[in-house]
């Protein structure tokens, strides 16, 4: 299970030192995709693999549809962790986000969010307070 805040930064080749704590769960591989909300997603390959079957089974004659299968597949890339956990983040994607340098990842279950460290902080004070009224809506 993917848990917790972790900060980190982005170096000059663009790679990103993933937690000790993290690493096992990309031993298969990552894929990286464009995420909601402004940041971007980080999949096991197992785990990617059971997202893509569900974007992948939606009905491709439905606009939404389209939507969701391009918005995850097209930006989509695959790769591994080096020696020392580091996982590249292509350029666009990147730039889709909007990371500058200093980065937060957080752990959300079966992947990982990689955020701007000033967004993630923002997106935090945005919602303080409002994952009582969902879990209330959620449970009705």
């Known amino acids: 299970m993917l848990l917790g805040e972790h900060e980190h930064s982005l170096d000059d080749k663009n790679r990103l030192t993933l937690p000790a704590k993290l690493r096992a769960a990309f031993e298969d591989g990552v894929v990286v995709t464009r995420g909601l909300d402004g940041c971007l997603f980080a999949y096991p390959r197992a785990e990617w693999e059971e997202l893509a079957g569900r974007i992948k089974s939606l009905d491709p004659l439905s606009p939404e549809a389209r939507v969701m299968q391009r918005h995850f597949f097209a930006g989509a890339a695959q ?28 752990g959300v279950h079966d992947h990982l969010e990689i955020w701007d460290r000033a967004k993630w902080r923002q997106q935090l004070h945005e919602v303080e ?12």
Do not use: F, W, Y
């Open 129 to 140: 307070g409002s994952a009582e009224d969902v879990a209330e809506r959620l449970a009705n």
């Open 79 to 106: 790769g591994e962790l080096d020696k020392q956990g580091r996982m590249v983040l292509p350029t666009a994607l990147i730039e889709h986000a909007g990371l500058t340098r200093e980065i937060t990842v957080a």
